[in-house]
C-alpha cells in the first residue's frame, strides 16, 4: 500500500472501533512480523508465496467465527439445471442418478457451478483446481473437460460448452 502499511490500518480501524475481521496477506514472513500483526489485532496472517485455496479458506473461517458469512456459502448445494453439487458429502446428482467423480474432476465441476455462466479460462482453471505452482501442461484441462462431459452430459442436454479461444463455461439448457 502507497501511504500507510497493514499495520497502520489496523490501527486506525482498532481505534475507531472498528471490529472488522483481518486477514494479512504480506511478504513480510518472520517470526516476529506475524506476531506484531496478531498482537495488533489482526485475525489471521498468510505470507507470500500463497495458495488462492489457502487464502479463500481462510477467508471464509474467519467470516464463518465473525458471523458474517453469506447465506449463499451456508448452503452446501450448487445447483445448474437438473445437476447437484453437495460440498460437504461430495454427492454428484443429476437427473435423479449419482454421478461418481475422481476429487480432481470435483474440484472442476465445483470451479465451474461456482461461476456458471461465465466463461472461465484454461489459466484460471489451471490455477484453482490444480494450484498456481502446478508445472504441468494446460492439455490437462481439456483432458478433465472431456471426462466431465462424458459423465454429466452423457444422455442430458449438454450443460459444460467451450468458448472457443476463451475457455469454458456451465449453464442450464434454456
Known sequence: MPDLDG??????????GNDVP???????????????????????????????EEVVARLRGLMRRAGTALTRDSEPILRVGDLSLNEDSHEVVRGGHEIELTATEFELLRFLMRNQRRVVSKA???????????????????????????????????????????????????
Open 124 to 174: 484460471q482453471i489451471l490455477d484453482r483446481v490444480w494450484n498456481y505452482d502446478f508445472g504441468g501442461r494446460s492439455s490437462v484441462v481439456e483432458l478433465y473437460i472431456s471426462y466431465l462431459r462424458k459423465k454429466i452430459d452423457a444422455g442430458h442436454d449438454p450443460l459444460i460448452h467451450t468458448v472457443r479461444g476463451v475457455g469454458y463455461m456451465i449453464k442450464a439448457p434454456q
Open 22 to 52: 483481518v486477514l494479512f496477506l504480506t511478504a513480510k514472513d518472520a517470526v516476529a512480523d506475524r506476531v506484531a500483526g496478531l498482537t495488533a489485532g489482526g485475525d489471521d496472517y498468510v505470507t507470500k508465496p500463497f495458495s488462492l
Open 7 to 16: 499495520m497502520a490500518v489496523l490501527q486506525r480501524l482498532r481505534h475507531s
